[in-house]
């Protein structure tokens, strides 16, 4: 199948180059899923990606909770990770001036030489998002940005206002790849699609096919339901690696946000 086919519009209208190696990628292992790898060990992911690796586009990581974090084997991770068509995406949630965030895309994880793409918050103002670029230009790198629009977690304060600032700072620049939405509520990522358009991505976490696992105050929607209302990547973490069989699991995560895909058509 040809991407152009099975995204239609987003792959017609979506610029940042890096939106449509994710489609691409999407459609070889016909899977929308990223998987959150929140693991405390290096061994712990690779060990992820050999079980999962086929049926992953995406592995998400929260770099600061490895306890034995050291770049020589974390090194070993990129490459199992390029070995497996996976871009790596780390949630690092940078929320400081421009200037402070350009400098955390270095220091010890020196995520700037490794990640594709990192997710931001809007709060600090418009310019975060050329600090994260800045980190990657100083290199000579480029990757994409996903601004969180909305929030799966109960009490969150990204109300509209937040996310119609969020959204018209994503817009207006080259860097944002797209959002992170509430993947729990069908009706916010349709709501969101809507103020969105059709030219950037929109990626839910809060998904789980056991909708009452969520703990502290995390809320939990389906696959089905996230990627018909215009959700293009679903985030689905403890429900693939707290799954007794981790590769069946994330096979009928795959195969569910394959089949919504399809049926949403263009
Ligand atoms: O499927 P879970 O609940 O085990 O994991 C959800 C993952 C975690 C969170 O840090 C992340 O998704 N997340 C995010 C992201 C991706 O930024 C935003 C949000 O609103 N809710 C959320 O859970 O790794």
């Known amino acids: 199948m040809e991407p152009e086919a099975v995204w239609g519009m987003r792959w017609k209208n979506c610029a940042n180059p890096l939106s449509h190696r994710i489609m691409e990628i999407a459609v070889k292992k016909k899977s929308l899923v990223c998987l959150a790898a929140d693991m405390a060990s290096i061994s712990e992911l690779i060990n992820l990606i050999k079980e999962v690796g086929p049926y992953v586009t995406v592995l998400k990581t929260h770099v600061d909770l490895i306890q034995d974090f050291n770049p020589e084997e974390w090194s ?28 955390q895309m270095a220091g010890i994880h020196d995520i700037r030489s490794w990640a594709h793409i990192v997710t931001a918050h809007r709060i600090s103002g418009p310019d975060i998002v050329d ?6 230009a100083d290199v000579e790198r480029i990757g994409g940005i996903l601004l969180l629009a909305q929030m799966s977690s109960r009490g ?69 339901d996230s990627i018909m209302s215009g959700s293009d990547i679903i985030i689905v973490g403890s429900g693939i690696h ?25």
């Open 76 to 103: 070993v991770l990129t490459k199992l990770a390029e070995e497996h068509d996976l871009l790596l995406f780390e949630d690092r949630k940078f929320a400081d001036i421009g200037n402070i965030s350009q400098q």
């Open 131 to 136: 600090g994260i670029a800045a980190g990657w």
């Open 156 to 224: 969150n304060l990204l109300h509209n206002e937040y996310t119609l600032e969020t959204i018209a700072t994503g817009k207006a620049s080259p860097h944002v790849l797209g959002y992170i939405g509430n993947g729990s509520s069908a009706d916010d990522v349709a709501k969101l699609r809507n103020l969105v358009g059709d030219a950037q991505m929109i990626w839910t976490p809060g998904i789980n096919l056991d909708s009452g696992a969520g703990k502290m105050g995390q809320r939990y929607g389906n696959p089905h």
């Open 242 to 266: 707290r799954a007794e069989n981790r590769s069946a699991a994330a096979k009928l995560y795959a195969e569910a946000s394959w089949d919504a895909l399809i049926q949403r058509g263009q």
